[in-house]
């Protein structure tokens, strides 16, 4: 682990977590510990190698304005999709940090590198012969300001969604893809990849949810020959 050399002595019991999570998810994640008692959010301990952190850096602006956002929810927490200088995906996260009276002390952000987990996923997915309709050719350009868009469209989503998501799994994901198809968002190159990451699910488990939303009564057709099935095998 790097950190300041003056770390306050409030923060430290922080590290022995960030260290128990990079041993658990292992070379590809890395764990972030900011003081949040100034202005900005400043680094002072960082533990993993995923990419070069700097000691007494400041928390990106863009990801800052987003971040006091997200800190008015319950959760006090904030997901998104990110990516290393290089160009490595990441599922990252920034949580805040309180003391017994519920006073922020500092925020510790997760970035767990997916790459590899990406290639296997697709990887498995061609191997299954799951077919995805091939870019056009006026989708070739990255386009930063629509992606940015997209995904405040979907953090938007996933907010108003929050409070389903560890009771009903199911009815969450259906809720988060329905609000998005109704918005259009799949029409954009690259959103079920955002989406997908965002929710930790294949791209295939996305295609399926939008399936089911666009073709609600084949849906309900597979589920009730499912019911007729599970019948008959109880009763076997």
Not at 159 to 185: C, F, P, W
């Amino acid at each position: 682990m790097t950190q300041d050399t003056s770390l306050d002595p409030i923060l430290r019991p922080f590290a022995a977590l960030m260290e128990t999570l990079v041993a658990q998810f292992g070379a590809n994640c890395q764990v972030s510990l900011y003081d949040m008692r100034e202005k900005r959010p400043r680094l002072v301990a960082v533990s993993g190698t995923v990419m070069e952190a700097v000691i007494g850096s400041q928390l990106p602006e863009k990801l800052f304005t987003r971040f006091r956002e997200a800190s008015d929810r319950p959760s006090g927490r904030l997901q998104f999709t990110a990516a290393t200088p290089d160009g490595r995906r990441l599922s990252s996260s920034l949580t805040i940090l309180r003391d017994a009276d519920e006073t922020p002390l500092g925020c510790m952000r997760i970035d767990l590198c997916i790459e590899s987990l990406m290639h296997s996923i697709d990887m498995l997915q061609t191997f299954c012969n799951f077919d995805v309709a091939p870019p056009s050719e006026a989708g070739n350009t990255h386009n930063e300001d629509v992606i940015g868009m997209v995904d405040a469209v979907i953090d938007e989503a996933l907010g108003r969604n929050e409070t389903l998501r560890t009771q009903d799994s199911r009815t969450y994901r259906m809720n988060v893809i329905r609000e998005l198809e109704e918005k259009n968002v799949f029409l954009v190159k690259g959103a079920v990849d955002l989406i997908a990451a965002r929710m930790n699910v294949s791209k295939f488990t996305i295609y399926n949810y939008i399936d089911r939303i666009r073709n609600p009564h084949a849906a309900a057709a597979d589920y009730s020959l499912r019911d007729v099935q599970a019948r008959r095998d109880g009763s076997e």
